[in-house]
């Protein structure tokens, strides 16, 4: 398997534009998570998704994000106006239903917004 | 609020040494511990896992788990200078219909020769 895909693996942009960060879980996974990673707060959940329906966003910072899963292999993390504080990896993973689960991560998406 | 905290280091030990990292969870209910080893730039990536209390051994990693302590520990032995990265605990509290893991902040290991 490929494992989890996600695109772009580098970004720079302005402060005030808008960011998508896309993820291709593994297929056949019932669960996609949307991460970020700072030094500062380390490994954060910001949202997740069972069976492409979000089931709990309360880690999303604040109304510029949004996260949409339209089908079981696609998802993204959008990110509307940025700001320089949204500098992070936003990881996206994966895995199957279940409390044993391993989670499988993507390499990440390196965000940094200037 | 579930959490799991890790000593952030760094670790430093000498090349052949054993490496003891260790992790402390707040929700007595957890049910399944993972530990995952992350190289700088890199993402995360399970190198263990426990359910049981006791000792669970892998080669030269051996994850420990007492449940009446709430503490889970990860061993490893002789350990390499590629062995240097940053490891994560993550806990999967498995209560109130939960099944997602937290993770602690992370133990920098520096493993030098």
């Known amino acids: 398997d490929a494992g989890v895909i996600q695109s772009p693996r580098h970004e720079v942009t302005e402060m005030g534009q808008e960011v998508t960060l896309r993820c291709k879980p593994i297929s056949g996974h019932d669960y996609l998570f949307w991460y970020r990673q700072t030094m500062m707060r380390g490994l954060e959940l910001l949202i997740y998704f069972n069976n492409n329906v979000p089931i709990d966003d309360s880690g999303m910072p604040e109304d510029r994000f949004s996260a949409k899963m339209p089908n079981a292999s696609f998802s993204t993390l959008k990110i509307q106006p940025s700001e320089p504080r949204d500098s992070a990896v936003y990881f996206c993973?994966?895995?199957?239903?279940?409390?044993?689960?391993?989670?499988?991560f993507g390499e990440g998406s390196w965000l940094t917004v200037v | 609020q579930k959490e799991v905290e890790q000593n952030s280091g760094p670790l430093s030990v000498p090349e052949g040494a054993i490496a003891s990292l260790n992790c402390t969870y707040s929700?007595?209910?957890?049910?399944?511990f993972f530990w995952y080893r992350q190289y700088s730039g890199k993402s995360p990536e399970l190198i263990m896992f426990?359910?049981?209390?006791g000792d669970k051994e892998d080669g030269r990693f051996t994850a420990q788990l007492n449940k009446a302590s709430q503490y889970v520990s990860l061993l490893i032995r002789d350990s390499q200078p590629s062995d240097s990265a940053t490891y994560l605990c993550?806990?999967?509290?498995?209560?109130?219909?939960?099944?997602?893991?937290?993770f602690g902040r992370g133990t920098s290991l520096i493993v030098h020769p």
């Open positions: 993550a806990v999967n509290p498995a209560s109130g219909g939960s099944y997602i893991p937290t």
């Open positions: 993973a994966s895995s199957l239903a279940g409390y044993r689960d391993t989670i499988y």
């Open positions: 426990i359910y049981s209390n």
């Open positions: 929700d007595r209910g957890s049910q399944s």
